[in-house]
């Protein structure tokens, strides 16, 4: 593994939650991070009580919590974030639950998913009384419409949003387009953006299947709006929404990308009755409004123009 995998796996780590149920009563691993946190607020607009439980620091990987957590306090019950990275390099397109996962992982963040939902699924097999649901979500941006919470990386960032807004800080002096010779139509990478709160509505969906008794014991749902855009196309989305210029560098690909990730979310609006409801658009409006209310890192001049919008 190379040490740009490795940080990108601790990163992803760092960022990994869980949700689980318990007599009414909902648990948030990693409930402090960017989807964590977003699920926490969604949990407690629903009258859930919630517990968090974060690090504040790193967080509490997924296997951690099954293996003491859950044995502690009997929890059966739980939501799992999974990813489309379980897919490996899907060669259909939009991807569906039901495709083979596992073939041509490309990096230990996707393997470790795999690996975690086919333990679950085995522990589902052998009692009958976990109901687990795993949550496939594509690529979260955005920031809670409040403008209270949203990505705020303490480190230089991997992924793309949080990067921009690096670079809209002026923390970094550009952004690297990781490759511009996929198969696609612009040459960068597709992905399917969802909002955060979407994200995290999803988990409030699937708790709330597992409630209404409806889980049948493992269950995986796709979350994502079932379209994609490109890396270029976020870039523009976001100079749009900001009125801002984002300078980019083109650099090669980077170790591990696949060309496009793009799902079909029907099984998610039939089962949890949960779609996306935030379009790109708004997806990058929520990113500024936050922007705005967090400026930290803005020159004085740039704070005033923020708060003129
Ligand atoms: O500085 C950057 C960062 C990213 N990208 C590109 O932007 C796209 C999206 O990258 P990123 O935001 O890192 O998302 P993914 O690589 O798609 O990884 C996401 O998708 C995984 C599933 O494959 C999830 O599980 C991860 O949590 C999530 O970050 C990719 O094409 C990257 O090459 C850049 O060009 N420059």
């Known amino acids: 593994m190379t040490s740009s995998q490795k940080n990108r796996m601790k990163s992803r780590y760092h960022n990994a939650h869980s949700v689980s149920l318990c007599a009414g009563h909902s648990g948030v691993t990693g409930g402090t991070g960017f989807i964590g946190s977003h699920c926490v607020v969604e949990l407690i607009q629903a009258n859930h009580s919630v517990t968090v439980i974060s690090n504040l620091a790193n967080s509490v990987s997924a296997s951690d919590f099954i293996d003491t957590l859950c044995k502690k306090y009997c929890v059966k019950k739980f939501i799992f974030s999974s990813s489309p990275a379980v897919y490996g390099k899907p060669i259909k397109f939009p991807i569906k639950e039901e495709y083979a996962t596992g073939v041509g992982i490309t990096n230990p963040y996707g393997k470790s998913k795999y690996m975690?939902?086919?333990?679950?699924?085995?522990?589902?097999?052998?009692?009958?009384?976990?109901?687990?649901?795993?949550?496939?979500?594509?690529?979260?941006?955005?920031?809670?419409?409040?403008?209270?919470?949203?990505?705020?990386?303490?480190?230089?960032?991997?992924?793309?949003?949080?990067?921009?807004?690096?670079?809209?800080?002026?923390?970094?002096?550009?952004?690297?387009?990781?490759?511009?010779?996929?198969?696609?139509?612009?040459?960068?990478?597709?992905?399917?953006?969802?909002?955060?709160?979407?994200?995290?509505?999803?988990?409030?969906?699937?708790l709330n299947r597992i409630a209404n008794g409806k889980c049948g014991g493992f269950e995986m749902y796709n979350l994502g709006m079932g379209k994609g855009h490109s890396v270029m196309e976020i870039v523009k989305a976001m100079q749009y929404a900001t009125g801002k210029n984002i300078p980019i560098k083109m650099m090669p690909r980077r170790l591990g990308d696949v060309p496009c990730l793009c799902c079909d979310p029907t099984l998610a609006a039939k089962n949890l009755s949960w779609k996306t409801t935030f379009t790109l658009e708004e997806m990058c409006r929520d990113v500024f409004n936050w922007l705005k209310k967090n400026p930290n890192g803005f020159d004085d001049e740039e704070k005033q123009e923020l708060k003129q919008g």
């Open 116 to 206: 975690i939902e086919k333990i679950l699924n085995d522990i589902t097999l052998i009692d009958k009384e976990w109901k687990i649901i795993s949550l496939r979500y594509f690529n979260p941006i955005g920031a809670h419409p409040s403008g209270i919470i949203g990505e705020n990386p303490t480190e230089i960032p991997d992924q793309l949003m949080p990067f921009i807004i690096q670079v809209l800080k002026r923390k970094l002096p550009y952004l690297t387009v990781f490759g511009n010779d996929f198969e696609t139509p612009d040459g960068t990478c597709i992905r399917d953006y969802i909002h955060v709160v979407d994200a995290a509505r999803g988990h409030l969906s699937a």
